[in-house]
């Protein structure tokens, strides 16, 4: 009994020790990352998020999107994201660090959504793409798997009022009806603004240089001096 009780407690040990040495390895590697500020225009990176963009991830979060949609870009060698381009670049620990919770999913039944605002390398992602997506998605994405989610928007009559200015522009195949308008709610808004600010279009030099030299590596190749 004293043996097994030994043994309990040493393998107990073990495995304690092991997953603190995980965490504080992490913790010392990632915890002390902040904004990096760049000298030539002594900017922050990455940016904050606005306040209706922070109100849109909580909708994000709430409408279980991260249960399809991954928001991590793999790098060059591991991956083909950045033909798909999913991101002009693989994604940094760094460019996280203003999420309060990280969404950086397992499964992509849809694509990825790390750079979903990227105009650069998704010209037509403006707010009405986006809208119209979630309310139609067959009306942006022809074939899409995606649910609509016609509940974040509201249907009303135009007749007698005056017509919104976010009324979404739908062709006929998708538009509720002759004199109605289909308008997005405040959650629909909050969501469009989260997606919209989804880029990670600034490149750290630190991250860079020590992502170079990685890639190096894994093409077998040494790295040269510098992470040049």
Not at 199 to 210: A, F, G, N, Q, V
Request: hydrophobic share 40%; with cysteine.
């Amino acid at each position: 009994m004293k043996n097994g009780l030994a043994l309990f407690l040493g393998v107990f040990a073990a495995l304690a020790l092991s997953w603190a040495g995980l965490l504080l390895t992490a913790q010392r590697q990632f915890g002390s990352l902040g904004q990096f500020k760049d000298p030539a225009d002594d900017m922050l990176y990455p940016q904050p998020m606005s306040g209706l963009a922070n109100q849109g991830r909580l909708v994000y979060q709430d409408l279980g999107c991260v249960s399809c949609h991954t928001q991590q870009v793999r790098r060059e060698g591991f991956g083909t994201d950045l033909a798909r381009k999913w991101g002009a670049r693989g994604g940094y620990a760094r460019d996280y660090i203003r999420d309060q919770t990280v969404l950086i999913g397992a499964s992509r039944l849809g694509p990825d959504l790390r750079n979903a605002g990227n105009t650069e390398l998704h010209p037509y992602a403006d707010a009405d793409y986006f809208y119209s997506l979630l309310y139609a998605p067959a009306s942006g994405a022809p074939g899409s798997m995606m649910p609509a989610h016609a509940f974040l928007f509201d249907i009303h009559p135009v007749a007698g009022r005056q017509p919104s200015e976010h009324a979404l522009k739908l062709s006929s195949k998708f538009a509720p009806g002759p004199g109605l308008e289909v308008v997005p709610t405040a959650r629909a808004q909050a969501l469009v603004a989260y997606l919209m600010s989804l880029k990670d279009t600034y490149d750290y030099p630190i991250e860079r240089t020590r992502n170079a030299a990685a890639a190096e590596e894994k093409h077998g190749e040494k790295p040269k001096e510098g992470g040049k």
